[in-house]
């Protein structure tokens, strides 16, 4: 089995910046895409950005891209999600969540492990 914990959650201004890390225990995976969704109250889950461990492309929701940063430490299979010039619309509880390196990375169902989540709360 595979755990995830995230951290770094907490409250910001609009136009400032939060850092959210997600951590892997437990199994190590040789292979995987680690991803990052956000949900609303009362919205669906969305996709944020996404790395491929392996080679680590990069993937970005239109929304965040040019603001939000995805990056990775390999041997402590660690993420994280640099968030800069945060907006109030980005304001949600934010989940890691690992999958095989190959999937649809847009896509919650394809990610077979998710963490518990961190709140961001941004305001103006």
């Known amino acids: 089995q595979v755990q995830l914990v995230e951290s770094g959650g907490g409250s910001a201004q609009a136009g400032g910046s939060l850092r959210l890390s997600c951590a892997a225990s437990?199994?190590?995976?040789?292979?995987?895409?680690m991803g990052w969704f956000r949900q609303a109250p009362g919205k669906e889950r969305e996709f944020v950005a996404a790395?491929?461990?392996?080679?680590?492309?990069?993937h970005y929701a239109d929304s965040v891209k040019g603001r939000f940063t995805i990056s990775r430490h390999g041997a402590e299979n660690l993420a994280y999600l640099d968030m800069n010039d945060l907006k109030r619309e980005d304001t949600a509880v934010y989940y890691c969540?690992?999958?095989?390196?190959?999937?649809?990375?847009?896509?919650?169902?394809?990610?077979?492990?998710w963490g518990q989540g961190t709140q961001v709360t941004v305001s103006s």
């Open positions: 969540a690992v999958g095989p390196s190959k999937l649809s990375l847009r896509v919650p169902d394809e990610y077979e492990y």
């Open positions: 790395i491929i461990w392996i080679g680590g492309l990069l």
């Open positions: 437990g199994r190590t995976l040789s292979r995987f895409t």
